[in-house]
């Protein structure tokens, strides 16, 4: 079921690595110390792609199951996704120091492109039945 998928999975990988790279050496150019973040720029990453990659699993497998209800279930799978951020996301709110404002402005900025890619994703497969 996976096997013509595995390049999607290769690219959100990809694409996840190359962002983080990015992401960081922007923060070390600009000289932003990382260590008064309350989560990690590789915590965030490893988390929106773990949930990005659980998102492309299960669309997937409802996808072979019924495809009419791939966009209900993405839209499902969204809304846990963002539930899941804002507990993950609470602390940063929480705090008032100086850097807080760019901590949120990088958390947000993940969040939504990680949802650009899981929107790409969806499209993606649901195209997939009209060229079939």
Same mark, same amino acid.
């Given at each position: 079921?996976?096997?013509?998928?595995?390049? @999607?999975?290769?690219?959100?990988? *990809?694409?996840?690595? %190359?962002?983080?790279? +990015?992401?960081?050496?922007?923060?070390?150019?600009?000289?932003?110390?990382?260590?008064?973040?309350?989560?990690?720029?590789?915590?965030?990453?490893? *988390?929106?792609?773990?949930? @990005?990659?659980?998102?492309?699993?299960?669309?997937?497998?409802?996808?072979?199951?019924?495809?009419?209800? %791939?966009?209900?279930?993405? *839209?499902?799978?969204?809304?846990?996704?963002?539930? %899941?951020?804002?507990?993950?996301?609470?602390?940063? *709110?929480?705090?008032?120091?100086?850097?807080?404002?760019?901590?949120?402005?990088?958390?947000?900025? +993940?969040?939504?492109?990680?949802?650009?890619?899981?929107?790409?994703?969806? +499209?993606? +497969?649901?195209?997939?039945?009209?060229?079939?």
């Amino acid at each position: 079921m996976f096997t013509n998928h595995y390049f @999607s999975f290769a690219r959100l990988a *990809l694409f996840s690595v %190359v962002l983080f790279v +990015i992401h960081y050496f922007v923060f070390e150019w600009l000289e932003i110390d990382l260590s008064t973040f309350h989560y990690s720029l590789g915590f965030l990453y490893f *988390l929106f792609f773990g949930l @990005s990659l659980l998102v492309l699993i299960a669309l997937l497998l409802v996808k072979k199951k019924s495809y009419e209800q %791939v966009g209900m279930s993405f *839209l499902l799978l969204t809304s846990c996704k963002m539930l %899941v951020a804002y507990v993950i996301l609470r602390p940063i *709110l929480a705090k008032n120091d100086e850097n807080v404002a760019l901590e949120k402005m990088s958390f947000f900025m +993940i969040f939504i492109l990680y949802l650009i890619i899981d929107t790409y994703i969806t +499209i993606r +497969i649901l195209n997939e039945k009209q060229q079939n």
